[in-house]
């Protein structure tokens, strides 16, 4: 699976690129969410048949609603990856925020989490897509 990562941690974001690209999957890590390009145009740029990722997991360390706003910005923007598999990782999420991310229709992944529950949510995406997941 092609898995996007926006993790401003570079000791994370590392971990998550190897631990996962050791899993087989294509792994491209952000240390911030400017790298995506609908931060700054107003339309996706994908390929008209395809996200560019298929699953993409994003830390939400700075202004939570920063990123959840991203994430809801990046549907209205025209993005083709299915919201369950934008995943939002943070430590100190409120239970009014999971609740906001999830009616958003995101997953939510809290930190600390073993690399277990990051590959598990990936099976659900590739499922969701129908995909065959890596191991």
Known sequence: M??????DDPSILKMLTL???NKGHQVQGFLDT????????????CPPDKPCAEAVLINSRKQHSDNIDF??????????????N???????LTDEQ???IRES???????????????????????RLGLQAES
């Open 2 to 7: 092609r898995v996007y990562i926006f993790e």
């Open 19 to 21: 631990y996962l690209q």
């Open 34 to 45: 400017y790298s995506c390009p609908l931060y700054e145009l107003d339309t996706c740029a």
């Open 71 to 84: 994430l809801v910005k990046q549907e209205k923007k025209g993005c083709k990856l299915t919201n369950p």
């Open 86 to 92: 934008k995943a939002v990782m943070s430590t100190s």
């Open 98 to 100: 999971v609740k906001k």
């Open 105 to 127: 229709g995101f997953s939510v992944i809290k930190k600390p989490f073993k690399l277990i529950q990051v590959e598990e949510w990936l099976r659900e995406c590739a499922a």
